[in-house]
């Protein structure tokens, strides 16, 4: 039995470590993306939003979510693994912060909003600011 621990542990690391499959980006998702962010310019990603508040938020896909900020700023976040099923509509990211505020490595809950029914979860990535270029 000792012997059986350590490769279970071996296993369930190499499993965690696996890198998520990342299925292609449709075009609608992508036409909706280039409407948010064409044009604009990528700045250095920051730790946290500036402020949140959920009807800011714009779901691309399960791979991208962008959040509207002040001055025709947007966020983008890429989940780290994705943020399923967030794509097919109803659900809603319900997070635990004490501020209104949304940081890179919090973990947000995908709810069902008609049931309240936790779907899944994802942890938030860096939030990269997309602005139209200085004049």
């Given at each position: 039995m000792?012997?059986?621990?350590?490769?279970?542990?071996?296993?369930?690391?190499?499993?965690?470590?696996?890198?998520?499959?990342?299925?292609?980006?449709?075009?609608?998702?992508?036409?909706?993306?280039?409407?948010?962010?064409?044009?604009?310019?990528?700045?250095?990603?920051?730790?946290?939003?500036?402020?949140?508040?959920?009807?800011?938020?714009?779901?691309?896909?399960?791979?991208?979510?962008?959040?509207k900020g002040n001055h025709n700023v947007v966020y983008r976040n890429d989940p780290p693994g994705g943020c399923s099923p967030m794509k097919t509509g109803g659900y809603s990211l319900v997070t635990r912060s004490t501020s209104n505020r949304l940081c890179r490595g919090e973990i947000a809950q995908v709810v069902d909003v008609r049931s309240g029914v936790i779907a899944g979860s994802c942890a938030m990535g860096p939030f990269v600011p997309y602005q139209a270029p200085a004049r």
């Open positions: 000792h012997r059986i621990a350590p490769l279970l542990l071996a296993g369930a690391v190499l499993v965690c470590a696996a890198p998520a499959s990342s299925e292609p980006r449709s075009a609608k998702a992508e036409a909706q993306l280039q409407r948010w962010i064409g044009g604009k310019v990528a700045g250095a990603p920051v730790d946290c939003l500036p402020a949140f508040r959920p009807d800011d938020m714009v779901v691309i896909d399960n791979q991208t979510i962008l959040f």
